[in-house]
């Protein structure tokens, strides 16, 4: 681990490998219950179980004062109507916030919080976007051809709580329709009295 300061490039070859010290994958087989078609989740996870997304991580300490960063790369696909996506995750340290910069694709950073609102932010290259604190926050990749990559940054002291998020799952799903993102509410979730942070109409 680097004690001095030092600087890395983010190339577009696919070469991350080199630039950070872990990375992480996400098959199908291994995001059980995140996806609403679970029969086409099941079939496309036996016919050859498609890799999600990756995580390449710098290692820091894991302490107030340090920050933690990597890339997220979700490769582009689709679970009958839904999205590749990440499982989504709150901070253990619900008063922590993450920035996301977003170096390639296209796609959508999905949020919300303990107190019933959610919001969603576009993904576009050179388009930041901050998740303020007690946000829970899911990275969906809407393009059909090209990888959705984002840096993201936050506190070292952070953690991650997908536990939360495994068990009430978010409000809110982006779907495909009529060949665009929608954004509808989880028909696995009450949706009452819910207040949103989108355009009138429900789309992305």
């Known amino acids: 681990m680097r004690a001095r300061p030092f600087s890395f490039d983010i190339s577009l070859k696919g070469d991350w490998g080199s630039q950070f010290d872990r990375r992480l994958e996400r098959r199908l087989s291994g995001l059980t219950g995140i996806y609403l078609d679970s029969e086409s989740q ?5 016919q050859g179980d498609p890799l999600v997304y990756e995580v390449f991580e710098m290692l820091r300490p894991t302490q107030a004062g340090e920050l933690l960063n990597g890339l997220s790369v979700i490769h582009p696909g689709k679970v009958g109507r839904e999205y590749f996506m ?26 919300e919080n303990e107190q019933g609102d959610w ?28 990888d ?7 506190p070292g002291h952070s953690g991650h709580d997908y ?8 409000l ?14 989880d028909p696995l979730r009450s949706s009452a009295g819910r207040r949103a ?6 789309r992305a």
Request: net charge negative; charged share 25%.
């Open 172 to 185: 809110k799903r982006v779907v495909e329709e009529d060949g665009r993102p929608v954004v509808i509410d």
């Open 197 to 202: 942070s989108t355009g009138k109409d429900g």
């Open 148 to 154: 959705l990559i984002t840096y993201f940054a936050y």
């Open 86 to 111: 990440t499982k989504g995750h709150y901070h253990e340290v619900r008063e922590t916030a993450e920035m996301y910069y977003c170096v390639q694709g296209t796609g959508y950073l999905l949020m």
């Open 119 to 146: 919001a969603v932010e576009e993904f576009r290259s050179g388009r930041v976007v901050y998740v303020t604190p007690g946000w829970a926050h899911r990275s969906i990749n809407t393009g059909t051809a090209e």
């Open 42 to 46: 099941t079939r496309l996870a036996l």
């Open 163 to 170: 536990a939360t998020i495994e068990t009430h799952g978010f």
